[in-house]
């Protein structure tokens, strides 16, 4: 059995290459030559652009294979030059495509904090482009599968992070404890959205592959089954680092700046996907524990420490504006100072229901402990 992976040398890349090989299949993998990954085994690599057809045709001519996973690239463009060379075709997508909250599809009440595959999409041509561009290229997937050119599955990825991640949300956090931050700013609030270790995220493809009559022509989302709060994971990384520092929670409006810069905003985003579908249909289960998935993306990171200002840090967004972040954080305080001073009377409200001593006795607040 031949197997084609597109991309392949990100954070779930080699973990797909490598359940490949497990599997059996002769694996050959297509990327830019930017990144290199090790695998198991020797694989045959395929330097070119996967962003145009004139290298994939090149590249690809007269090859067939029994099985393509395409991590990356302009999947549209493959779906096309892939077609008569493959006899299934497995895509990434992501969930940019979701309408935002503001959508009216959603409903009287909005859009609800866990979306599951079947939400409003940006499928209108008039607006934001790359969202727009994300849907069109599911449906030209998913009409070359109707037409029998192949037989297609879709996962829509969350945020990946561990080794290989080029925009590795952990170094945000990691790089302040490098830097002996004693302070850091977190987002209020439970959820940052699904996300999903690499490795994590490979199983979920893998399971398409294991299963393709029934991953056939679905679209799935893509998640680890226990998040956690930024506070949470902040936490966790400071402890494993040994490091001690005051977390500041703050409105999420706010902390975003700090980790996107000043004209960022949260937008429509926050979404936390429904994945149901795929723990139900295809089994899915996290093989990598959250906290062993964050201890590994964290030694990498230690390891592989990001150049400032580089590309790394440049795909993560986060400007490491620590004199802003400090001035931020005395006028924070300053002003929750204020808010603290304004007095509410105190209600002694009591149980809703009502604990009688004795028969019909109605219900009245609890007297207060003296």
């Known amino acids: 059995m031949k197997a084609l992976v597109i991309g392949g040398t990100g954070p779930s890349g080699p973990?797909?290459?490598?359940?490949?090989?497990?599997?059996?299949?002769?694996?050959?993998?297509?990327?830019g030559g930017q990144?290199?990954?090790e695998f198991i085994q020797p694989v045959e690599h395929i330097h070119t652009d996967p962003h145009f057809v004139e290298t994939l045709d090149q590249s690809l001519s007269g090859r067939r294979f029994d099985l393509t996973i395409a991590t990356y690239g302009r999947i549209r463009l493959i779906g096309d030059v892939i077609k008569g060379k493959t006899e299934r075709l497995i895509t990434i997508s992501g969930g940019m495509l979701y309408a935002p909250r503001t959508d009216p599809r959603w409903g009287p009440m909005g859009a609800p904090s866990v979306?599951?595959?079947?939400?409003?999409?940006?499928?209108?041509?008039d607006g934001p482009r790359l969202p727009y561009m994300i849907w069109f290229t599911e449906q030209s997937i998913l009409k070359a599968h109707n037409e029998g050119h192949y037989n297609a599955t879709i996962f829509r990825y969350p945020q990946v992070y561990g080794p290989q991640a080029p925009a590795n949300p952990e170094w945000s956090i990691v790089r302040r404890v490098l830097a002996s931050r004693e302070h850091i700013i977190v987002s209020s609030g439970r959820a940052i959205g699904r996300r999903s270790f690499g490795q994590n995220a490979a199983h979920a493809v893998l399971l398409g592959v294991d299963k393709p009559l029934e991953s056939s022509g679905q679209i799935y989302n893509v998640g680890e089954q226990t998040q956690y709060s930024q506070r949470q994971i902040v936490e966790y990384i400071a402890n494993m680092l040994n490091h001690t520092w005051e977390l500041i929670e703050m409105p999420a409006s706010i902390a975003i700046k700090v980790y996107r810069g000043g004209k960022a905003t949260i937008g429509g985003g926050g979404y936390d996907f429904d994945i149901s579908k795929i723990v139900k249909q295809l089994g899915y289960q996290d093989?990598?524990?959250?906290?062993?998935?964050?201890?590994?993306?964290v030694e990498w990171l230690v390891t592989n420490q990001p150049e400032s200002g580089?590309?790394?840090?440049q795909q993560l967004g986060?400007?490491?504006?620590?004199?802003?972040?400090?001035?931020?954080?005395?006028?924070?305080?300053?002003?929750?100072?204020?808010a603290e001073q304004v007095k509410f009377p105190e209600i002694n409200s009591g149980h809703m229901y009502r604990h009688p001593k004795q028969p019909g006795e109605a219900?009245?607040?609890q007297k207060a402990r003296q």
């Open 15 to 31: 973990h797909i290459v490598n359940g490949l090989i497990d599997r059996g299949y002769e694996v050959s993998v297509l990327h």
């Open 35 to 37: 990144h290199e990954a």
């Open 115 to 125: 979306i599951s595959e079947d939400s409003p999409l940006m499928d209108n041509p």
């Open 287 to 297: 093989v990598v524990p959250i906290p062993e998935a964050i201890t590994r993306s």
């Open 310 to 313: 580089g590309e790394i840090e």
């Open 318 to 338: 986060d400007p490491f504006a620590f004199e802003a972040e400090d001035r931020l954080i005395r006028l924070y305080q300053e002003n929750i100072s204020l």
């Open 363 to 365: 219900w009245s607040p």
